[in-house]
C-alpha cells in the first residue's frame, strides 16, 4: 500500500500498450479463484482487495484510462453472485468523483440534507466538491470522464440494477451471524449504493433526460423483472418523480392565475 502512490506517479511515463497490459493483469489478479476475497469474518474484504482497489481508482481519476473492460468484470461478478468486487465501484466513484458513502452526520447536517444539491454538497464535501474545493485540481475532469465510460459502454444501467440487488441481498446472504458485522456490511453496501446514484444522478454530469433514457429502468421492470424491492426503486425514480410534479405544477400555475382573476 505505500508503494501506490510512487507507482502512480511512474505511470506517467507509461506507454498505451503497457496501460493494457496492466489492465490486464489487474483483471488476472482479481479473477484468481486462489485470493482469499474476505476476511475471516466473512465481511470486511481481505487486505489485497482494498489496496487493489485503491490503486485502481487512483490511477483512473489521475489518468485517462478507459475503465469499461474493468467494469464488465464487475458486472460478471456480481451476475454470478460475487459482491466482493462492490469496493472496485466505491474506489472508482470515490477517487474519480470524490462522492464518498455518507460519514456519521451531525443534527445540523442532517437538517441540511433536506436541501437542494448545492446545499447537500456544502453540508458533506465542501472541500472536494464544494465551493472550498482546489480549482486547480488536475482530476477536475475525472467524474466527466467516469459517467462517459458509463454511458457509453452502456454499463450504467446494468450497474445501477446489479448494485441495487446486492443492496437488497447482501444481509441475506453473509455468512455471519454477528449482528454488528452484518450490520456493518449493510451499511457498507448501502453506502456504495447511494454513492452511486449521487454520480448517475448530479445534474451536471447527467441530465434528467438523459437519466430517464439511459440510466433508469423501467420502473414496472425493476419490480417485476428484476425483483427490487419498492423503498429502493422509489430512491433510483425520486429524480424523475420531481420532474414530473414540477412540469404539471408549471402548467396548473396559468389555470390557477385565471381562476383569481
Same mark, same amino acid.
Given at each position: 500500500?505505500?508503494m ?18 496492466l ?7 482479481l ?5 482469499e476475497?474476505?476476511?475471516p ?5 481481505s487486505d489485497?482487495l ?8 487512483a ?5 485517462t484510462?478507459?475503465?469499461s473492460?474493468?467494469l &464488465?468484470?464487475v ?8 459482491g466482493?468486487e462492490?469496493?472496485?465501484?466505491r474506489?472508482?466513484?470515490e ?8 460519514p ?16 447537500r454538497?456544502e ?5 472536494t466538491?464544494?465551493a472550498?474545493a ?10 466527466a ?5 458509463l ?14 440487488k446486492?443492496?437488497q441481498?447482501a444481509v441475506?446472504s453473509?455468512?455471519?451471524t &454477528? ?6 456490511l449493510?451499511?457498507?453496501v448501502?453506502g456504495?449504493?447511494l &454513492? ?6 448530479t445534474?451536471g454530469?447527467?441530465g ?6 439511459e ?13 427490487i ?6 430512491q ?7 420532474r414530473?410534479?414540477k ?8 389555470k390557477?392565475g385565471?381562476?383569481r382573476?
Amino acid at each position: 500500500p505505500n508503494m501506490t502512490s510512487v507507482l502512480i506517479t511512474a505511470l506517467k511515463f507509461v506507454l498505451n500498450m503497457g496501460v493494457d497490459v496492466l489492465m490486464h493483469t489487474i483483471i488476472t489478479i482479481l479473477s484468481s479463484p486462489y485470493r482469499e476475497r474476505y476476511k475471516p469474518d466473512g465481511v470486511n474484504p481481505s487486505d489485497w482487495l482494498i489496496n487493489l482497489s485503491k490503486f485502481i481508482g487512483a490511477m483512473m481519476a489521475k489518468y485517462t484510462v478507459d475503465p469499461s473492460n474493468l467494469l &464488465q468484470y464487475v458486472m460478471h461478478q456480481f451476475l454470478g453472485g460475487v459482491g466482493s468486487e462492490i469496493i472496485i465501484v466505491r474506489e472508482l466513484v470515490e477517487r474519480m468523483s470524490y462522492i464518498e458513502p455518507l460519514p456519521s452526520l451531525s443534527d445540523t447536517q442532517v437538517r441540511i440534507m433536506s436541501g437542494g444539491p448545492l446545499l447537500r454538497i456544502e453540508a458533506v464535501a465542501s472541500r472536494t466538491r464544494g465551493a472550498r474545493a482546489d480549482p486547480h485540481d488536475k482530476t477536475a475532469h475525472a467524474p466527466a470522464r467516469l459517467v462517459r465510460h458509463l454511458l457509453d459502454s452502456t454499463m450504467a444501467q446494468p450497474l445501477l440494477i446489479q448494485i441495487a440487488k446486492l443492496r437488497q441481498e447482501a444481509v441475506k446472504s453473509t455468512r455471519n451471524t &454477528q449482528l454488528k458485522s452484518v450490520a456493518s456490511l449493510f451499511d457498507g453496501v448501502h453506502g456504495v449504493f447511494l &454513492q452511486y446514484l449521487e454520480l448517475v444522478q448530479t445534474q451536471g454530469l447527467v441530465g434528467t433526460e438523459v437519466y430517464a433514457k439511459e440510466v433508469a429502468p423501467v420502473l414496472r421492470e425493476l419490480g417485476e423483472r428484476y425483483g427490487i424491492e419498492a423503498e429502493i426503486c422509489m430512491q433510483i425514480f425520486r429524480p424523475l418523480l420531481t420532474r414530473a410534479v414540477k412540469v404539471r405544477f408549471s402548467s396548473l400555475i396559468p389555470k390557477l392565475g385565471e381562476r383569481r382573476g
